[in-house]
């Protein structure tokens, strides 16, 4: 399929914006560009035909290594500019983007952008929407019906979501693989979850932590960021403004 005019357009503010996101790595950074091309030309109106295609391409390889996928061969997630001394980018880049592919699947409306990320700021930590952030959020949305059966602890909302065990036992799966071929197959039930109930996630910041976990002593150091994601998030505020 030969580039779009929209595709130019959406590629090239990609790569500008890719750039605004220095807490990232220069990889987090080509996955980000590649994720707003991708999400941009999804969700616009008129779409981008090549991101869509790219995005159904990219959908079955979910949960999987892209030596798993033969159809993906030659695609390069990407990472074009980026210095590749083994496969661990592109392993992490896939699992990434391909679990990206299958949360946004049918949300086609520019509300409903399943990329998110958080900015610093003096309200909110910047890891808003990393995976212990957005399991968290998921354990509100799930806790809900009971929270109104229940007549909602007398008229207050409490201030953090009941664990809700079944999620728990999810994420706590996907913490414990050893390696990142169990952790993405566990991670695309995570991600069925989030898209169940319209919850975004920083793919961007799971990539890099999909790649961390490929390296010595990564996967506690995965595990630690998870962890303090799920323990730091709190319910949203009406007053809180939109994330990008």
């Known amino acids: 399929m030969e580039?779009?005019?929209?595709?130019?357009?959406?590629?090239?503010?990609?790569?500008?914006?890719?750039?605004?996101?220095?807490?990232?790595?220069?990889?987090?950074?080509?996955?980000?560009?590649?994720?707003?091309?991708?999400?941009?030309?999804?969700?616009?109106?008129p779409d981008d035909p090549m991101a869509?295609?790219?995005?159904?391409?990219?959908?079955?390889?979910?949960?999987?290594?892209?030596?798993?996928?033969?159809?993906?061969?030659?695609?390069?997630?990407?990472?074009?500019?980026?210095?590749?001394e083994d496969d661990a980018p592109v392993r992490a880049a896939h699992i990434a983007l391909t679990l990206y592919a299958r949360h946004q699947q049918s949300l086609r409306n520019w509300d409903l952008r399943m990329y998110r990320w958080g900015k610093p700021s003096g309200k909110r930590p910047p890891l808003l929407h990393n995976l212990g952030w957005a399991v968290r959020a998921v354990m509100d949305e799930e806790s809900r019906p009971r929270d109104a059966a229940d007549g909602g602890g007398g008229g207050r909302t409490p201030t953090r979501p009941q664990v809700h065990e079944?999620?728990?036992?999810?994420?706590?799966?996907?913490?414990?693989?050893?390696?990142?071929?169990?952790?993405?197959?566990?991670?695309?039930?995570?991600?069925?979850?989030?898209?169940?109930?319209?919850?975004?996630?920083?793919?961007?910041?799971?990539?890099?932590?999909?790649?961390?976990?490929?390296?010595?002593g990564g996967l506690a150091e995965v595990r630690r960021g998870w962890n303090f994601g799920f323990n730091a998030y709190r319910k949203p505020d009406d007053t809180d403004k939109d994330t990008p």
């Open 52 to 84: 869509v295609q790219v995005l159904s391409q990219l959908r079955p390889g979910a949960g999987r290594l892209p030596e798993d996928v033969p159809r993906l061969l030659g695609y390069d997630y990407g990472l074009d500019e980026v210095w590749l």
């Open 3 to 45: 580039p779009s005019a929209d595709t130019t357009t959406h590629t090239a503010e990609a790569a500008e914006e890719a750039a605004g996101r220095p807490e990232l790595t220069a990889f987090g950074r080509a996955v980000h560009g590649q994720l707003l091309w991708l999400q941009r030309g999804y969700v616009s109106d």
């Open 166 to 216: 079944p999620v728990r036992q999810r994420f706590v799966q996907a913490g414990k693989a050893s390696d990142v071929t169990t952790m993405a197959d566990r991670l695309r039930g995570l991600v069925d979850l989030l898209h169940r109930h319209r919850i975004p996630l920083d793919y961007a910041v799971l990539a890099e932590h999909l790649h961390r976990a490929q390296q010595p």
